[in-house]
């Protein structure tokens, strides 16, 4: 009688089953739903456990709404924070609607309104007395609440929104123009509640944004360098599932002394890791150097903001459950 041998499912098989069933739309939204919600939940625990306790001011909109609540309630009129992100956010979300994707404006309203709800009912005390390890961990934290937003397909709105829709239509950055209001509205801070809480402040932010670059890397590009034996097959194969150029020049190998080609394309960081996975399918033996791509001239396609994954599997049905939602419910309303 033979003996059955178990079959193991490895990690990397494992990985490869949760990335292709979070290709299907529904599981997308779903995915994005969730991460929704807990970066929302993040963000209103570190403004009232560490951001209020400290005195300290965040970047954004979210600031913004802050400094309106500390300086309405010097003057015996509250605007509480969760109010002011809601008044700041609404307007530029309708402004934006038409220039950028809806859905992407959807789930970050979503997001602040979570955010709001959260600061409104819920109470979360300090964990810290110490204003230094606020600064460092609520620096962290709430970077990792906004980097779970972005890595979701989301945002946390405001100068997202801005600056999505400035590069949209003119292709050029506002960062430079965020940057200096940021500094602006830390001056502000500064003059009316005192320079120490100010310059706590910026480490604040400091961290919070050296957070989002170690775990957000969708706007970073990095150049491949493929050398293989069988060019026709790997261009024709990365092309067919990715939109990016391809340079190939063919030669001949040093030590074997047999015909091989060197192919260059840049990509972004996102999706490296599946382009690396399919060039080793087609030809396991080539050779694949990845470099950092400090700038990058020329036309260059990005995939879509608002998706959590880089590629969708061909049987994914083309209805979105977010954006097909108000049709679905006017064709079940009752016709009057």
Known sequence: MAEEIPTHTTPAAGI????????????RRLITLCSVFISALLQAFVI???????GLLSSGFTGVAILIDRITSLVGFSFPTQLGMLALN??????CW??????FVIFSMLQVALSAAFLQFCDFAPL???????????????????????????STAGTDFIALMVSNKTGHTIWGYVFAGNCLVLAIFGFIFGWEHAAYSIVFQFISTKTIDSFYHRYERVTLQITTAYPDEVCRAYTGAFKHGVFRADGVGGYSGKPMSLLNTVV?????????KLIRSV????VINV?????????????????????????TPSEDPVLDLPRHVRQRMPHV
């Open 16 to 27: 490869d089953r949760v990335k292709r069933l979070g290709r299907y739309v529904f599981v």
């Open 291 to 315: 470099m950092k791509t400090e700038n990058f001239i020329g036309n260059f396609h990005r995939e879509a903001v608002d998706e959590p994954l880089p590629t969708e599997v061909p049987e």
């Open 128 to 154: 810290l007395d110490s204003t230094v390890l606020m600064v460092l961990f609520g620096g962290v934290l709430y970077g990792l609440a906004i980097s779970i937003a972005l890595k979701s397909g989301a």
């Open 283 to 286: 030809d396991p033996r080539a």
């Open 48 to 54: 009232q456990a560490f951001i209020n306790p400290a």
């Open 90 to 95: 609404i307007p530029v979300a309708l402004a």
């Open 98 to 103: 038409r220039s950028i994707s809806k859905r």
């Open 268 to 276: 972004s960081s996102y999706e490296a890791g599946e382009i690396i």
